[in-house]
C-alpha cells in the first residue's frame, strides 16, 4: 500500500490520516477514470460492445451506434487500484473486494451474453423479440441464481473470518429502547436478501442515462459518514450511535473510491450518455455498498437512503402483480387498458407522463387517479415535452432531486432523531 510506504520513509501522521488517505482515495479513483474512459469508449463502440440493435454510422460522421456498456468495468478497476494504493486491508475492506469481484464477474456474464445474442440477431442466427429494443442476456433466474449463491458463499465466509453480529438499528428509536437481535440462521438469510436486493434495484434503476448513478452516490456518501463517526469511540458514544469496530473507519476511505467513481462517471453517463455501467457495474457496486450497510448496523436505513432504488425496484413488482390480478380477474382486454403504472420501472412511467402526444391515451393508470384524488395532477399539455431527450433529462432529474432529498432526511433521522 503506497500510504504505509509513504509512512515508513515519512513517519508523519498525516498518511495514516482517514481524511487524506481518503482524499487521495478520491482523487485517484477520478483521474484513472477519467483518463481511462474516453479511450475505452472509443474502443467499445469499434468492437460493437453494446446491447442496442442500433447500428452504427460512418465512421467521418457523429457516432450514432448503440451505446456501449460494461462501462462499470472501468470503475471496479479503479477503485481497485485505489485500494490497494490507499486502504489498510482489514477482514472488513477484503469482504467488500470479494463481494465487488464476485458480483462483477456475474454482470460481465450477463453483459456478454447481450452483446453475443445481439450479434446473433444480426447475423440472422435468432429472432429478436418485437417489444425489446435491446439484446437481452443470461436469463433472470439463472442470473439471481448465481447471486444468490455468491451472496451466501461470501456471507458464510464474513461469519468465519469477520467480526460481525445481529444487531440492527431501527430508525427512530433509540438504542436503549430496542436494539433487537437476529441469530445467525435468520441474519445469514437476511444479508444475502440485503445483497442480492441491493445489486438488483441498482441493475433495475440503470435504465436511463445517470439515473442509477446518484443513488450510489448518496447511499455512499451516507456510508462514509456512518463509518467515519460510528468508528470513532468518543463521537459514537456523543451522538448515542452503536459501537462499531476501529476497523470500520477504513470503509469510510473505501467508500470515497466509489463516491469518486460515481462522479466522475457522471463526466461520460449524464444525459446523453456515452456509456453505460452494464450489468458489470450496476451489480458490482449495488452489491458492494448494500454489504456496506449490513457492517455499519444501517441495513434498515437502505430503503430510506435508497428511495429511489426502492421505488424503481417495487414499482416493477406492483406492476407485474396488478397485471397477473387483473389479467385473472377480467381478462386481457381489461388487463391490457387498466395498468397501475402507465409503464414500469417507474421512471418509464413519469416519461409517459411527461411526453406530449397528439393520440390520446389507450392505456389507464391507476397511479395517476389515485395522486387526481388526492389533489395531484398530471403536467398539463403546456408543461409536456415534445423531445424525448428534455423527457429524460426531466424524468432523470426529477428522481436525483428525489435521492439528495432523501439522502439528508436520513442523515438527520440516523444521527439526530433518536
Given at each position: 500500500m503506497l500510504a504505509e510506504l509513504l509512512y515508513s520513509f515519512w513517519p508523519y501522521q498525516i498518511f495514516k490520516s482517514v481524511f487524506f488517505r481518503g482524499g487521495m482515495t478520491f482523487l485517484t479513483t477520478y483521474w484513472v477514470i477519467v483518463l481511462a474512459m474516453p479511450p475505452v469508449i472509443r474502443l467499445f463502440r469499434r468492437k460493437g460492445l453494446t446491447a442496442d440493435?442500433?447500428?452504427?454510422?460512418?465512421?467521418?460522421?457523429?457516432?450514432?451506434?448503440?451505446?456501449?456498456?460494461?462501462?462499470?468495468?472501468?470503475?471496479?478497476?479503479?477503485?481497485?487500484?485505489?485500494?490497494?494504493?490507499?486502504?489498510?486491508?482489514?477482514?472488513?475492506?477484503?469482504?467488500?473486494?470479494?463481494?465487488?469481484?464476485?458480483?462483477?464477474?456475474?454482470?460481465?456474464?450477463?453483459?456478454?451474453?447481450?452483446?453475443?445474442?445481439?450479434?446473433?440477431?444480426?447475423?440472422?442466427?435468432?429472432?429478436?423479440?418485437?417489444?425489446?429494443?435491446?439484446?437481452?442476456?443470461?436469463?433472470?433466474?439463472?442470473?439471481?441464481?448465481?447471486?444468490?449463491?455468491?451472496?451466501?458463499?461470501?456471507?458464510?465466509?464474513?461469519?468465519?473470518?469477520?467480526?460481525?453480529?445481529?444487531?440492527?438499528?431501527?430508525?427512530?428509536?433509540?438504542?436503549?429502547?430496542?436494539?433487537?437481535?437476529?441469530?445467525?440462521?435468520?441474519?445469514?438469510?437476511?444479508?444475502?436478501?440485503?445483497?442480492?436486493?441491493?445489486a438488483n434495484a441498482v441493475n433495475i434503476t440503470d435504465g436511463l442515462d445517470s439515473l442509477a448513478t446518484v443513488p450510489i452516490i448518496t447511499c455512499t456518501l451516507f456510508i462514509a459518514a456512518v463509518a467515519y463517526v460510528g468508528a470513532d469511540a468518543d463521537l459514537a458514544q456523543r451522538l448515542k450511535l452503536p459501537p462499531l469496530s476501529p476497523d470500520l473507519k477504513e470503509i469510510a476511505v473505501l467508500s470515497a473510491a466509489i463516491l469518486s467513481a460515481g462522479l466522475a462517471f457522471l463526466r461520460f453517463n449524464a444525459p446523453p450518455a456515452t456509456i453505460i455501467l452494464g450489468d458489470l457495474g450496476a451489480l458490482a457496486l449495488g452489491s458492494t455498498f448494500s454489504a456496506m450497510f449490513i457492517f455499519m448496523k444501517v441495513e434498515l436505513f437502505l430503503p430510506l437512503v435508497g428511495g429511489a432504488l426502492v421505488l424503481t425496484t417495487l414499482s416493477t413488482i406492483v406492476q407485474r402483480t396488478f397485471f397477473k390480478v387483473m389479467l385473472a380477474w377480467r381478462g386481457r382486454d381489461m388487463a391490457e387498458k387498466w395498468r397501475f403504472f402507465y409503464r414500469a420501472p417507474y421512471h418509464h412511467h413519469l416519461q409517459s407522463v411527461w411526453s406530449f402526444s397528439e393520440r390520446s391515451r389507450n392505456v389507464q393508470s391507476v397511479w395517476v387517479r389515485m395522486l387526481e384524488i388526492i389533489g395531484i395532477k398530471p403536467p398539463d399539455v403546456e408543461d409536456q415535452l415534445s423531445d424525448p431527450e428534455a423527457v429524460n433529462s426531466r424524468v432523470v432529474w426529477r428522481m436525483h432531486m428525489i435521492s439528495i432529498w432523501l439522502l439528508v432526511v436520513t442523515m438527520v433521522v440516523y444521527f439526530k432523531v433518536r
Open positions: 440493435f442500433r447500428p452504427a454510422g460512418p465512421a467521418q460522421k457523429p457516432y450514432t451506434g448503440g451505446k456501449p456498456i460494461m462501462g462499470g468495468g472501468i470503475l471496479v478497476l479503479a477503485i481497485l487500484l485505489s485500494i490497494f494504493l490507499w486502504v489498510q486491508l482489514n477482514q472488513f475492506v477484503v469482504a467488500l473486494v470479494v463481494i465487488l469481484l464476485f458480483f462483477a464477474a456475474i454482470g460481465a456474464w450477463d453483459d456478454v451474453a447481450k452483446i453475443r445474442h445481439r450479434r446473433r440477431v444480426e447475423r440472422g442466427e435468432q429472432t429478436k423479440a418485437d417489444y425489446s429494443d435491446k439484446a437481452e442476456g443470461i436469463s433472470g433466474r439463472m442470473r439471481l441464481l448465481a447471486e444468490i449463491v455468491v451472496a451466501a458463499v461470501v456471507v458464510g465466509g464474513l461469519y468465519l473470518f469477520v467480526d460481525i453480529d445481529g444487531h440492527m438499528v431501527v430508525p427512530f428509536i433509540p438504542l436503549d429502547w430496542w436494539y433487537p437481535y437476529l441469530p445467525r440462521h435468520l441474519f445469514v438469510t437476511f444479508m444475502v436478501l440485503v445483497i442480492v436486493a441491493g
